[in-house]
């Protein structure tokens, strides 16, 4: 069976840590990516990148509408090594909490959890008030990692490529994909 790992892009600022992360997955670690690409994401990707959703699209094995509810990621007799919404909106966040797989993103995500595997959600709104974080403990009591793309210092980023590499070299650390985007904590010098 082949390396698998469904990726979402959702609405919240930040796409380019999904965008890097396919990158990665793809001609780095050589992952069959499934991806859903939110309507939101649509229109923050134009916004915030020069990347046409098409191109982002074209890096991913799959890729799905989020009304494509019949997909294969839909159902857990789709084996992956688990998701990552990233970026992750509160309003994925929330229909990850409540079970509400009324689009492909949030079901995917369900799916993930019932059959408990990882399932990374790259949260990027600030700040939370107590009903996010609220969302944010439920999906973690479910087996969910809630992961803030918050940047590490104490590798000094050069750029905000330097920050992004490090957040997505965690993330698929956490996963148990070995990179080199990312230093670990050697201790204080």
């Given amino acids: 069976m082949p390396e698998r790992l469904v990726v979402g892009i959702s609405g919240a600022s930040g796409v380019i840590y999904g965008i890097r992360l396919l990158e990665v997955l793809r001609d780095v670690l050589k992952v069959e990516t499934h991806l859903v690409i939110t309507t939101a994401a649509r229109q923050t990707i134009s ?33 992956t090594r688990g998701m990552v919404i990233i970026p992750c909106s509160i309003k994925t966040l929330s229909a990850v ?12 995500a369900d799916v993930t959890l019932k059959e408990r595997r990882p399932l990374i959600l790259v949260v990027r709104e600030t700040p939370f008030h107590l009903g996010h974080l609220r969302l944010m403990t439920q999906v973690t009591e479910m087996g969910g990692l809630i992961f803030p793309p918050l940047p590490a210092f104490y590798m000094r980023p050069k750029a905000i490529d330097d920050i992004v590499n490090n957040t997505v070299g965690r993330v698929l650390a956490r996963l148990g994909f070995d990179n080199d985007l990312f230093k670990e904590w050697a201790g204080l010098r």
Avoid: M, P
């Avoid at 916004?47 to 799905?64: G, N, P």
């Avoid at 909490?97 to 995917?108: K, M, N, T, Y």
């Fill in 97 to 108: 909490a409540q079970s509400f797989s009324g689009e492909l993103i949030s079901r995917a």
């Fill in 47 to 79: 916004q915030e990148t020069d990347w046409a959703v098409k191109d982002i699209e074209a890096l991913a094995h799959t890729h799905y509408g989020n009304n494509e509810i019949g997909a294969t990621i839909a159902s857990g007799s789709f084996t």
